[in-house]
RNA sequence: AGGGUUAUCGCCAAGCGGUAAGGCACAGGAUUUUGAUUCCUGCAUUCGAAGGUUCGAAUCCUUCUAGCCCUGCCA
């Protein structure tokens, strides 16, 4: 995947001074996920960015399991986040995992130990809180601050050992409790939980913590420029110390940019977490998710996310991108691909009462006007059709140009059609209504007499498939107002996906396959959803509505 | 004695002392067998504010203001 990324950004600059000036002849970067959830479409900026600049400049882009937490992890994540990866379009040079480091992280950590750099502290979480002090106060020396290296080497062995319980005990790093950067008020680097990791299962009972395995990770790793999210600008003097104090070898730069924000987009892996844990949601694949793989069932395309990734930029500004975004590089990727295709989803009879009854015949379509390559198809066309209720008023407002008593349109593809009778039911409510045909319109015929002010589309009545079609609204509505403040659980919209019985010409779908994309006139594009399909009953995501769609 | 960081159009975002790119959105107009698409056109005398340096400042200096992050044995 390579040059998607063109436009210039404050990394790349940082990137291509560090290859002029020589300090790297090839540059290698990494993304480090924890396996603890599904990536979503803020995981793809960042995916984007590393492995675009790999690819950009030649280098090389490793994937790297950062899995130093094991009550947390699964492998049912690591799975799924390859295959996202992959889907997305990109190939990792390496696959690592964190921890697959864990004896270097140990050896480094006796190290530090042995520097007088580190020491085990027996404070309880609360004693530790308040040794810690304040923002706008210093921390105090914790009493075990001055062990010597002796006894702190014998306690880490024991603590590994598993003669401790949970919390027990730590190793911190010695280095300034009145430091104005938190991060260095002797931090914790190993803590101790006895628990079944998803790589290396009961090898261990201690487990290093974020700010001592991600430099050390890096390193071991030789990665040139380690990109993260704005939250670790702090922790750059603790990343650099690691890797200064442990003396490694390669000293990898770190470099962060803002993380993505969208509108009406939850981005919190917590949050989506919930939702599926507490089944508002089909799971991590629903349509309604902003992750990866939801993205991937509602739709959406690899190349549309790439292109909207490379698109937003990167910078250190906090931003919230609007998700009107994303739907228009979605828009610009299908156009030309995805098939057009009749699809009525209200449907209201139409009987033309001046066609031969028991009669059909086959009308030539178009399958993309933007792509001749895609060819045409036959679709059937009788007495009887359905057609949009909402191409129909029996009072059309002004500017309504569609079928009305009295008025002519062109049904896309046939005929010229003009409503002679309005049949409603007991209640008034139209159920049919009857028109004429005029044969010498029929299209391709070159038939210029008269004009009609809208074509509109139809399927067969008698040969149309039943369809269930899906469309989605964005789950939370954080723009209102009156939802400021509520529990998230609360602010989910309840008509997130509304379900719509209607028909789909027969022609085009006779080979859909999960994941095929549509093109329905004035309906958007839909993909053929991964499940809930069946030989005569399709269901369909809707992906994304047209730019705006027909306003009265 | 808190520290870090950001600020360019409604939303993203280039720009790095030589006189404000681009995209999204929006608004007009043209074409259209779907009011979509496509196609033109318009859209920051101004860069958070105020001073200063300079022939020249979004870019340099000073002060101020606002937002975001940091007090997990999460990452």
Known sequence: MSNEINSSNFIKNIIINDLETGKHQEII????????????????KSICLNFGLGSEFKGKTNLRFDDTNPIKEDTEYVESIKEDVKWLGFEWDELHFASNYFDQMYDSALLLIKKGLAYVCDLTPEEMREYRGTLTE????SPYRDRSAEENLDLIERMKKGEFKDGEKVLRAKIDMSSSNINMRDPII????????????????IYPMYDFAHPIEDAIEGITHSICTL???????????????????????QIEFARLNMTNTVMSKRKLKQLVDEAVVDGWDDPRMPTVAGLRRRGYTPEAIRKFCSEIGVSKADSTVDSQMLDFFLREDLQPKAPLAMAVLRPLKVVITNYPEGQTEMIEVENNAKDEEQG?????????????QEDFMEEPVKKYFRLFPGNEVRLKG??????????????GHVIEIHCTYDPETKSGSGFTARKVKATIHWVDASAAVPAEFRLYDPLILDDAPENEGKH???QINPNSMEIIKGYIEPTAFKDAKPLDKFQFVRHGFFTVDTKYTCDDHLVFNRIVPLKSSFKL
């Open 29 to 44: 970067t990494r993304f480090p996920p924890e396996p603890n959830g599904y990536l979503h479409v803020g995981h793809a």
């Open 138 to 141: 210093p921390g105090k020396p």
């Open 190 to 205: 190993y803590r101790i939980s006895h628990a079944v990791h998803h790589n290396t299962g009961d090898a261990w009972c």
């Open 231 to 253: 939250e670790f600008e702090d922790h750059r003097p603790l990343y650099d110390w690691i890797v200064r104090e442990c003396e490694m070898k390669c000293a990898p730069r």
């Open 376 to 388: 045409t198809r036959l679709v059937p066309f009788g007495r009887e059709v359905y057609i949009e």
């Open 414 to 427: 046939a005929y010229f059609i003009k409503c002679n009778e309005v049949i409603k039911d007991a209640d």
């Open 488 to 490: 998230f659980l609360e």
